[in-house]
Nanobody, 128 residues
């Protein structure tokens, strides 16, 4: 069993930065792909970024490419999302997720249904 706890959300002005963290418990954390999703009020949960178990592969939604960076530290059982040049449309609850399925090569799932474990979410609000 894997438990995920997000932190680092808050209120920031447009153009600012935030760094989200997702701490995991469970011995097999290092072997799971990880991702960040977000959900704005009244909208469905959407993919933001994913990273392979080794950290060697990453994938981003077009809306955040060039502004957000996903990374992980398996020794600390933590995955991060560095968010720069934030925009009001980035306002959402951000969720960390883990996929226990092993994937070869550079493939990373973006479908919410692929992910087995979820955190409780952390609110990010970007003011204009």
């Amino acid at each position: 069993q894997v438990q995920l706890v997000e932190s680092g959300g808050g209120l920031v002005q447009a153009g600012g930065s935030l760094r989200l963290s997702c701490a995991a418990s469970g011995r097999t954390f290092g072997s799971y792909s990880k991702a960040w999703f977000r959900q704005a009020p009244g909208k469905e949960r959407r993919f933001v970024a994913a990273i392979s178990w080794s950290g060697g592969s990453t994938y981003y939604a077009d809306s955040v490419k060039g502004r957000f960076t996903i990374s992980r530290d398996n020794a600390k059982n933590t995955v991060y999302l560095q968010m720069n040049s934030l925009k009001p449309e980035d306002t959402a609850v951000y969720y960390c997720a883990a996929d226990k399925q092993y994937y070869s090569g550079s493939y990373l799932p973006t479908d919410i249904r692929n992910y087995d474990y979820w955190g409780q979410g952390t609110q990010v609000t970007v003011s204009s």
